[in-house]
């Protein structure tokens, strides 16, 4: 329980930091750009490691590094590159960015795993895994959640047949006949329209739609929704703000943060001037 607790304030982190380039904006988008190997020494970014073989280090990947001792990570706390202690670097193998094993077990955000079946699991994206017995989302067991009529929806959504679940949590209150998911967070049934958990009281359900056209194997800070009365900022922290005067019909994005309708620009919720709509349309 507690390692699991740690896994989850880790990926909370995550998704405060995170950008619309990386899963981890604190961690370098680009690792190699990040490291510099001279005269045999590894530095990362300002941080000398010095445990390092400057001749056989290499990146493996936005995460993971390694060389011939030793497997390093980049902590989402203190960005600072680590070694991965206790596991063995000959059998070190990549599943997942939260996922890897070695010969002895697996590893969920480097904290070893000890209650999956390592010979059966399987990674269905980038938060949810099951082996022969349950269902996870990253290393917690997801209660009563029945395996055989599974549905994943997409990286934050999965279904079976009695309820939609958003990170591992049931949306209590949604109608299954009715939901679907509309892109990205946001959910909705024949009642309401969600963004992950919280409902957007004030959005109407059969219009909804979110604009931008969003890469789901990224986080994005923001992103323009509409329906046929209004048109909203969504944030991924699911805070939903009414863009007060913009026009519904003729509201259109110029790139992927400034928009304009027949009256106004904006940068977001925010009316700016009709130059930098003219400028950043060139």
Same mark, same amino acid.
């Given at each position: ?119 059966? %699991? /399987? !990674? $269905?994206?980038?938060?949810?895994? =099951? *082996?022969?017995?349950?269902? +996870?989302?990253?290393? &917690?067991?997801? #209660? @009563?959640?029945?395996?055989?009529? %599974? /549905? !994943? $929806?997409?990286?934050?959504?999965? =279904? *079976?047949?009695?309820?939609? +679940?958003?990170?591992? &949590?049931?949306? #209590? @209150? ?5 939901? /679907? !998911? ?5 959910? =909705? *049934?024949?009642?309401?329209? +969600? ?13 909804? /739609? !979110? ?72």
């Amino acid at each position: 329980m507690k390692y699991i607790k740690y896994i989850l304030l880790m990926l909370t982190l995550i998704l405060v930091s995170c950008g619309d380039d990386s899963v981890e904006q604190g961690v370098s988008n680009d690792l190699d750009k990040a490291v510099k190997v001279e005269e045999n020494k590894v530095q990362y970014k300002q941080q000398e490691l010095k445990e390092a073989d400057g001749e056989t280090f290499t990146t493996l990947n936005n995460y993971y590094s390694k060389d011939k001792n030793n497997i390093y990570y980049v902590g989402m706390f203190d960005d600072k590159m680590k070694k991965f202690e206790k596991i063995s670097t000959g059998s070190f193998e990549i599943i997942d960015w939260c996922y890897v094993k070695d010969e002895n077990g697996v590893y969920c955000l480097w904290v070893e795993w000890k209650d999956i079946d390592k010979e059966n %699991l /399987e !990674v $269905l994206n980038d938060f949810y895994a =099951k *082996d022969s017995e349950s269902i +996870y989302f990253l290393a &917690k067991k997801i #209660e @009563n959640i029945d395996m055989e009529s %599974l /549905e !994943v $929806l997409n990286r934050y959504f999965i =279904k *079976d047949k009695n309820w939609i +679940y958003y990170w591992g &949590k049931k949306l #209590e @209150n949604i109608d299954l006949e009715t939901a /679907e !998911v509309v892109k990205w967070m946001y959910v =909705k *049934d024949k009642d309401n329209v +969600y963004c992950s958990l919280v409902p957007i009281q004030w959005a109407d359900v059969e219009t909804f /739609e !979110v604009l931008q056209d969003i890469d789901d194997s990224r986080m994005t800070e923001t992103t323009y929704l509409k329906d046929k009365n209004s048109v909203y900022v969504g944030s991924k922290m699911c805070i939903v703000k009414k863009i007060e005067w913009a026009n519904p019909e003729t509201f259109k994005i110029i790139n992927g943060e400034y928009s304009q309708d027949d009256k106004n620009c904006y940068k977001w919720e925010e009316v700016v001037e009709q130059a930098e709509c003219k400028n950043e349309s060139k």
